[in-house]
């Protein structure tokens, strides 16, 4: 395990210190965990659940199972037999175990990344290539191809032609891929769409994962909720060796997750608090001198001035605003910083006060 890379976010603590002395204290825009209550219906369902005693399934419940696939046919167009659906205590373990599930010896994810893409290839060790084409791969042997959109950290999003393209690219070589849509139902000004989406996979889902969150949804980060569709054989093999290692979701969560699920008013009200904060945070942005690229999806505004990236994490720590790097996701990032939209509305128009 010697390979694994330092844990770049032990690099941000001084600009940390530094936006903690702000006299109105620190608006951290630093990372993308969730501010906002959990919905009262998913902490009912939990409580509810507490007494169970016995261990729970690997494979999760069938209501759980049938509440994941009716959420992702009703808001999503795909369509998966419950029995295909596996949970994961949280989506971040399984990114970086899948590919030592699968014996990935290469594995591809973006340029632009989650670390955790990187760092799972390390623990198989396996060998990471960062690339946004697969033409530049050319006739190499490939395992595993990692694909998130929308993005994190550029909030980019894959459109139906270019994913197809990666799908039809993959399935010649008999390479899986694997789609992060964590951020799925947060588009804004494009509207992503699953790898299993008829028009990307032509109704066949063929040696493809979809992993999905509830973090970012429902906020239930601390529940460590999530789960991975898509190949019944692809998910049959990953359901046996979870079986054999013990990876066993809490049946209370299950229980959340079940309700979560099957719930979109919840969602519905989260989206309104994101887009309200967006609207008061990028043209602030903007304004102080700040370009935003991409970002027409998902949480976090991909910005620049220009500058390094580490100049900007400071000239904004010295206003009490912590951001981070984009060097952080890859080195095609060093010019530009993520701009999360997790704070509360009052920080977030504590920014917007202060970059004025």
């Given at each position: 395990?010697?390979?694994?890379?330092?844990?770049?976010?032990?690099?941000?603590?001084?600009?940390?210190?530094?936006?903690?002395?702000?006299?109105?204290?620190?608006?951290?825009?630093?990372?993308?965990?969730?501010?906002?209550?959990?919905?009262?219906?998913?902490?009912?369902?939990?409580i509810a659940s507490a007494n169970s005693p016995g261990?729970?399934?690997?494979?999760?419940?069938?209501?759980?199972?049938?509440?994941?696939?009716?959420?992702?046919?009703?808001?999503?167009?795909?369509?998966?037999?419950?029995?295909?659906?596996?949970?994961?205590?949280?989506?971040?373990?399984?990114?970086?175990?899948?590919?030592?599930?699968?014996?990935?010896?290469?594995?591809?994810?973006?340029?632009?990344?989650?670390?955790?893409?990187?760092?799972?290839?390390?623990?198989?060790?396996?060998?990471?290539?960062?690339?946004?084409?697969?033409?530049?791969?050319?006739?190499?042997?490939?395992?595993?191809?990692?694909?998130?959109?929308?993005g994190n950290p550029t909030g980019r999003v894959l459109?139906?032609?270019?994913?197809r393209k990666v799908v039809d690219w993959a399935r010649?070589?008999?390479?899986?891929?694997?789609?992060?849509?964590?951020?799925?139902?947060?588009?804004?000004?494009?509207?992503?769409?699953?790898?299993?989406?008829?028009?990307?996979?032509?109704?066949?889902?063929?040696?493809?994962?979809?992993?999905?969150?509830?973090?970012?949804?429902?906020?239930?980060?601390?529940?460590?909720?999530?789960?991975?569709?898509?190949?019944?054989?692809?998910?049959?093999?990953?359901?046996?060796?979870?079986?054999?290692?013990?990876?066993?979701?809490?049946?209370?969560?299950?229980?959340?997750?079940?309700?979560?699920?099957?719930?979109?008013?919840?969602?519905?009200?989260?989206?309104?608090?994101?887009?309200?904060?967006?609207?008061?945070?990028?043209?602030?942005?903007?304004?102080?001198?700040?370009?935003?690229?991409?970002?027409?999806?998902?949480?976090?505004?991909?910005?620049?001035?220009?500058?390094?990236?580490?100049?900007?994490?400071?000239?904004?720590?010295?206003?009490?605003?912590?951001?981070?790097?984009?060097?952080?996701?890859?080195?095609?990032?060093?010019?530009?910083?993520?701009?999360?939209?997790?704070?509360?509305?009052?920080?977030?128009?504590?920014?917007?006060?202060?970059?004025?």
């Amino acid at each position: 395990m010697n390979n694994l890379p330092d844990f770049p976010w032990d690099r941000l603590e001084p600009y940390k210190q530094r936006a903690l002395a702000h006299p109105d204290g620190i608006v951290d825009l630093s990372v993308g965990t969730p501010v906002d209550p959990v919905p009262q219906i998913v902490q009912d369902a939990l409580i509810a659940s507490a007494n169970s005693p016995g261990y729970p399934l690997t494979h999760g419940t069938k209501e759980l199972r049938e509440a994941a696939a009716g959420w992702l046919e009703r808001r999503h167009g795909v369509t998966v037999d419950q029995r295909d659906v596996l949970p994961v205590i949280g989506t971040k373990e399984f990114v970086a175990w899948l590919p030592s599930y699968l014996g990935a010896r290469k594995v591809v994810f973006p340029e632009l990344a989650y670390p955790t893409y990187d760092v799972g290839a390390r623990l198989a060790g396996a060998t990471g290539i960062a690339s946004d084409s697969t033409l530049a791969l050319g006739p190499e042997r490939v395992d595993l191809i990692w694909v998130n959109s929308p993005g994190n950290p550029t909030g980019r999003v894959l459109p139906a032609e270019h994913l197809r393209k990666v799908v039809d690219w993959a399935r010649e070589r008999g390479a899986v891929v694997a789609s992060d849509e964590c951020y799925i139902e947060l588009g804004w000004e494009e509207r992503p769409v699953s790898i299993l989406h008829p028009d990307v996979c032509g109704g066949s889902h063929e040696g493809l994962l979809a992993v999905h969150s509830l973090s970012k949804r429902s906020n239930l980060a601390g529940y460590r909720a999530g789960f991975v569709t898509g190949d019944p054989a692809l998910v049959k093999r990953l359901l046996e060796i979870r079986k054999h290692a013990g990876m066993l979701m809490p049946k209370p969560v299950q229980a959340a997750m079940t309700v979560a699920f099957g719930d979109d008013e919840h969602a519905d009200r989260q989206r309104e608090r994101y887009a309200a904060r967006r609207e008061l945070l990028r043209p602030a942005l903007e304004k102080a001198g700040w370009t935003i690229d991409h970002s027409t999806a998902g949480l976090y505004f991909w910005a620049t001035n220009g500058q390094s990236a580490w100049d900007q994490v400071g000239k904004l720590s010295e206003i009490g605003i912590l951001v981070a790097p984009g060097e952080f996701y890859g080195s095609a990032g060093e010019r530009h910083i993520r701009v999360a939209l997790t704070a509360t509305d009052e920080r977030i128009a504590a920014a917007v006060r202060r970059l004025q």
